[in-house]
């Protein structure tokens, strides 16, 4: 039987410590953990096995944390899938993290479920995106590959006023609650990817029915009620070889389903989307890399004319530089990194040092800070109350 002849499962993990202190106070209220926002102990369980002949396989990992600072424990299934290979397709089912497209910590055609209060205080990034419960089918006919994802929906983590201090334009006092996303539309998302080589230069094409994962407030019968509005987006992107680095183009269109007129300032009106990098070896364990990206609103005209008074008006089309630095040292054993978006039209930035020493193989320490600084009115500068320094200590069994 093929039970008989499978691979004995393997377990992993790893035990982990980590630690985000803000650097600055700000306008910080008693609803909001002033001092340490990040307080937390996570022990990490992996298990995996497939048969002998690798036909079907299976992964699961599985975090026990505890939150000192909202004094929280519980258990998160991080991924638990099962896998069904053939010469000519794949099959994947259960919860699972998926990525797509070739930007750097910009995404345009990877529009699947994240974590930004991860990446904000300094947690590992494989922390940056959640796993999303979903079937994904492989396909390889001919020179293409094709994956199909069909998932439930799952709305993106993002900064709460708990750990987080920041301008909230929205009515104070109400009660606040989400709803389901889309407008009876169900939570089954579907997304295709198609991708192939030319040379050696790697073309994808990318369509997804989906919603935005953030919510759209509105008030309604005395609370402010969150709706997750329908998405649809299109794309490509191109990877290959220029001169002694690797060039990166990517486009997307976003057309937002529920406000085409760009008349409701609640939900997000459609946008193009650009981005091109270059990244390069500089010298001996020195890499830089380079990204410009830019969204243009569609309807800009409309949507100015129908923002309530007191809340700020984005720009018609927003610009971010990114730049990431990586040096290593002491024979690979320490890492320093430098990961900086400069928003160039709205002035602002975000700059994310960091050093790592691995002791051996199993231990390694990382100490980061994350700088918010700029324009208040945008992204980045709005988090500037939340300046920090993180600490992470891993040992991995």
Known sequence: MASAQADSPSLDGFVQSHVAVRTQRGACTPAVECDTPWAELRGQLKAEGRNASGSAAFLGRFDLLHDAVLNDTRIETRELYGDLVSDKASLRAGRQVITWGVGDLLFINDTFPKDWVAIFTGRPMQYLKLGSDALKLNAYPGPLTLELVAADFRPDRLPDVRRFIFSDPLPAGLPRRTGSPGHGTGELELSLK??????NWELAGYASRSHYRSPAWRVAGGELVGRFPRLRTWGASLTGPVGQGVLSLEGGYYDSRDDRAGSDPAVDNSQLRALAGYTRQLWEDGTLGLQLYGERMRDYDAYRASLPAGFPAKDRLRTVATLRFTQLFAHQTVTFSLFGFFGLSERDRYLIPS????VDDHLWA????NYFA???????GALRDNRNLYLTVRYAF
């Open 194 to 199: 198609a991708s192939g080589y030319l040379g």
């Open 355 to 358: 050093l790592r020493y691995a």
């Open 366 to 369: 990382e100490v980061g800070i």
């Open 374 to 380: 700029g324009n208040r009115n945008g992204m980045f």
